[in-house]
């Protein structure tokens, strides 16, 4: 059983930053791929970032030069940093874990229960 518990959502001032965290218990390995997503009101979940075993990353075109994804595989643990941040980044964001990009992708794998990013103007 994996369990994923994200961290560091707040509302903050737009041009501001935050950082999430995502802690992993159980069995994540360092195998595993692992990803932010976020969803708005009225608006379909999208991939924010993910980072790979290997450390490919992918960014989603609309934070590209904004965020930052990065893992620890000895703490188990996933970031985003988030800079410049937009109102249009409001929105609950989710960590995800699984065996690959496409297992993410699908909305398979775990997820977190997400937390809250609210950006005012």
């Known amino acids: 059983q994996v369990r994923l518990v994200e961290s560091g959502g707040g509302l903050v001032q737009a041009g501001s930053s935050l950082t999430l965290s995502c802690v992993g218990a159980g069995h994540i390995g360092s195998l595993y791929a692992l990803g932010w997503y976020r969803q708005a009101p009225g608006k379909q979940r999208e991939m924010v970032a993910i980072?790979?075993?290997?450390?490919?990353?992918t960014y989603a075109e609309s934070v590209k030069g904004r965020f930052t994804v990065s893992r620890d595989n000895a703490k188990k643990t996933v970031y985003l940093q988030m800079n410049s941040l937009k109102p249009e980044d409001t929105a609950v964001y989710y960590c995800?874990?699984?065996?690959?990009?496409?297992?993410?992708?699908?909305?398979?794998?775990?997820w977190g229960q997400g937390t809250q990013v609210s950006v005012s103007s």
């Open positions: 980072i790979t075993s290997r450390g490919s990353l």
């Open positions: 995800a874990a699984g065996p690959n990009v496409q297992t993410l992708q699908l909305g398979r794998g775990n």
